[in-house]
């Protein structure tokens, strides 16, 4: 079978690394050919099955990429004599040859929840967003095969299409994330004593204000025994709002907002912290939380879903959007140790579950029956 992928929007982030694990674990077929346009940066296995081609052109401009979708990849797909076509970022923009299959896939949550769209403001990004529902839609109604990520968003997604063939395969964590009971050093950009780990870039629906009202909420005893890490990049407005909410409420010594850190170093800041916190609200598969669980650690997460599908009987459930929940959660953990200690082994072995080797062997099964 001759599969041609449209990896131009695996550019960085989840995207990417999906993409790089499942051709990391191509199944054992030698009659397998793959022709995969893709940005430079992708980092691609050594395969003589794998035929690359690099437009970083179309990669970083989103109008050329759509041009090139519309008017050039039809061509190629029948000129190469291509068998199905994958678009694992969730777009299919391409006109297919008779006899040419369609596959993709449903990554990206935030246009599909109302409370995430709302908080947007009104311009272009609200339109883009709104846009992007629709062509989504348009894509996964169209598809010989739709992949998801979670039971939750296909439910979502299926309440509002027909979808011709679906099946849900979610991510894995990567083998350096599997660190329950391994001693890793801890990163320097971490305090001395105990923390509370929250991981994740800032956004509205990732509700960091929330966390910080709610750390403001813990006794005095909490805040000096325990402090509050968040690690993600400061990329939306929000992050002024989180740090000017931290100076106000005089918790300057308490809160760190790290920021930006290399990829490598998180395993250890997930190992040695107290407590992992995850409060997104709006995730399709939540792979900070799949992370923190392979830590082996007490977590604390959003009851909203996926995570409850996610973490199940492995974390203590707060609502996001509530400052007094997400204290009593922590006050909770912090002074009851045997629950703690229950937490981070269940979370461990809930790790086990998701393993990238398992998702590649179902994905390429599912697409190679399409």
């Not at 759509?66 to 694992?88: K, M, N, S, Y």
């Not at 439910?155 to 009971?181: D, M, Q, Y």
């Not at 929330?210 to 992050?239: D, H, M, N, T």
């Not at 072995?349 to 697409?367: C, G």
Request: glycine share 6%; hydrophobic share 40%.
């Amino acid at each position: 079978m001759k599969i041609l992928i449209n990896a131009l929007s695996a550019r960085v982030g989840g995207g990417k690394t999906y993409l790089i694990n499942l051709l990391r674990n191509l199944p054992d077929d030698p009659s397998l050919q793959l022709l995969i346009y893709a940005p430079s940066s992708l980092d691609l296995p050594l395969d003589p099955r794998i035929e690359r081609r690099n437009l970083d052109a179309e990669a970083n401009n989103p109008l050329r990429r759509l041009v090139w979708e519309r008017l050039t990849l039809p061509g190629v797909l029948e000129r190469e004599h291509v068998d199905l076509l994958f678009c694992p970022g969730g777009l299919v923009n391409t006109r297919v040859p008779a006899g040419c299959r369609v596959v993709t896939m449903f990554r990206n949550m935030q246009p599909f929840d109302p409370e995430a769209v709302k908080v947007i403001p009104w311009g272009l990004l609200r339109l883009r967003t709104l846009l992007l529902k629709g062509a989504m839609l348009r894509s996964m109604r169209g598809a010989d095969l739709v992949i998801f990520i979670s039971h939750f968003a296909r439910s979502v997604v299926e309440s509002l299409i027909p979808i011709s063939r679906g099946v849900t395969i979610p991510h894995g964590v990567p083998e350096i994330f599997k660190t329950a009971g391994i001693e890793l050093p801890k990163p320097a950009y971490l305090p001395e004593g105990k923390y509370i780990l929250y991981v994740s870039r800032f956004e509205p629906y990732k509700h960091h204000l929330e966390v910080v009202q709610g750390y403001a909420q813990l006794p005095e005893a909490l805040q000096e025994e325990y402090r509050l890490i968040l690690v993600g990049e400061p990329l939306s407005p929000q992050s002024e709002r989180v740090a000017r909410e931290i100076r106000e409420r005089g918790l300057s010594d308490r809160i760190r907002v790290i920021g930006g850190v290399e990829y490598g170093t998180l395993p250890g800041a997930y190992r040695n912290s107290d407590m992992i916190l995850f409060a997104s609200s709006c995730e399709n598969c939540p792979n900070i939380l799949l992370e923190a669980l392979g830590a082996g650690r007490p977590t604390l997460t959003s009851d909203i879903e996926p995570m409850p599908e996610f973490a199940a009987d492995a974390a203590l459930y707060f609502a996001p959007g509530d400052p007094g929940s997400i204290a009593a959660a922590i006050a909770r953990m912090a002074r009851e140790p045997a629950l703690a200690e229950t937490l981070a082994k269940r979370a461990a072995e809930r790790s086990l579950d998701f393993a990238w080797s398992k998702t590649a062997q179902a994905t390429w099964k599912e697409i190679l029956s399409t």
